[in-house]
């Protein structure tokens, strides 16, 4: 089946450590995005990839850091910078092609750091 | 710049009710238009989309169409059941940038 994986479901962490979100697919996509949804909230983009080793900022870029280094994966690692890390994060992929712009999303990792 | 609006929620129906989710966007020309819907603890599945102008996206008995003249792409569904209960997102594309802007999302409860 083809589809975005990320995991763990569930993650906790103690407030200082960094922690990295997995986020795999294998639609053979070329761009790959990460979102933050606070309780409640809309969705705001934190990066995202258009194709392999290369990607920008979102609008809420600090204290997170990424890698694309193959195209199948997208890792999030959250930094001890990040002030709020508390969140459900999701990602998602698109063709990436011109006109196909539809984003299909993975199940999400709700992160709890105490 | 690029921005939508959705319908405040939380939005609450009886079932067989006929639902609105009022979507208005800004955007640099024509984008393609997106919703997208949310259950609980799950990630976002598409639900519908429109291309161009004037464009009906159509699924699950959900209903959209592009007005380019009122900048506009609101959801109906003539009949909701109890299984509609989620939460509904508008996002029309950034042109040129392949993002999509998110509105904050409406929160629908059907009661049986």
């Known amino acids: 089946d083809g589809g975005i994986t990320q995991s763990p479901k569930y993650l906790f962490r103690k407030e200082g450590q960094n922690v990295t979100l997995s986020c795999e697919q294998n639609?053979?996509?070329?761009?790959m995005y990460w979102y933050r949804q606070d309780p409640g909230q809309g969705l705001r983009l934190i990066y995202y990839?258009?194709?392999?080793?290369?990607?920008q900022k979102g609008d809420i870029a600090e204290g997170y850091s990424v890698s694309r280094e193959k195209k199948e994966s997208f890792p999030l690692t959250v930094t001890s910078a990040q002030k709020n890390p508390t969140a459900f994060y999701l990602c998602?992929?698109?063709?990436?092609?011109?006109?196909?712009?539809?984003?299909?999303f993975g199940p999400g990792t709700r992160l709890t750091v105490t | 710049g690029n921005s939508v609006t959705q319908m405040e929620g939380p939005v609450t129906l009886s079932e067989e009710a006929f639902l609105t989710i009022n979507c208005t966007y800004t955007?640099?020309?024509?984008?393609?238009l997106f919703w997208y819907v949310q259950y609980p603890g799950e990630g976002l599945q598409l639900l519908l989309k429109a291309t161009k102008a004037d464009d009906k996206g159509s699924n699950k008995g959900f209903e959209a169409t592009y007005r380019k003249e009122t900048t506009s792409f609101h959801l109906e569904k003539g009949s909701v059941q109890v299984s509609d209960s989620a939460v509904y997102f508008c996002?029309?594309?950034?042109?040129?940038?392949?993002?999509?802007?998110f509105g904050q999302g409406t929160r629908l409860t059907i009661n049986p």
């Open positions: 990839s258009q194709i392999v080793n290369d990607f």
């Open positions: 639609l053979n996509h070329d761009a």
């Open positions: 998602a992929s698109s063709p990436g092609l011109a006109g196909s712009y539809e984003q299909y």
């Open positions: 996002a029309p594309v950034i042109q040129g940038a392949q993002k999509l802007v």
């Open positions: 955007a640099t020309g024509y984008p393609s």
